[in-house]
Nanobody, 114 residues
């Protein structure tokens, strides 16, 4: 069964940090790029960051220098380390596996209070 399970969301004060994790089924993790998207209320889902199997990363301009995406290929897990969080980072964060088709997790809420 293919699945992506995100964890690590919650409430954090502005300026704080949080780390999201996404544990994936190996069948969709191995050899494939992984990414994090987010969707704030009333807005479209947007790319936050992605990472290739080899570790090349790409970030949205809004998070460059604050967020870091990484992956542990042995654990089939991708991470998003978020620092210097702002209220505008409040959103549901989704993990995606780009395995031919895109496979999505259920999302985890991150709320940044001012």
């Amino acid at each position: 069964q293919v699945q992506l399970v995100e964890s690590g969301g919650g409430l954090v004060q502005a300026g704080g940090s949080k780390r999201l994790s996404c544990a994936a089924s190996r069948s969709i993790f191995a050899g494939n790029a992984m990414g994090w998207y987010r969707q704030a209320p009333g807005k479209q889902r947007e790319l936050v960051a992605d990472i290739t199997w080899g570790g090349r990363t790409n970030y949205a301009d809004s998070v460059k220098g604050r967020f870091t995406i990484s992956r542990d290929n042995g654990k089939a897990t991708v991470y998003l380390q978020m620092t210097s969080l702002k209220p505008e980072d409040t959103a549901v964060y989704y993990c995606v596996a780009r395995a031919g088709n895109d496979y999505w997790g259920q999302g985890t809420q991150v709320t940044v209070s001012s």
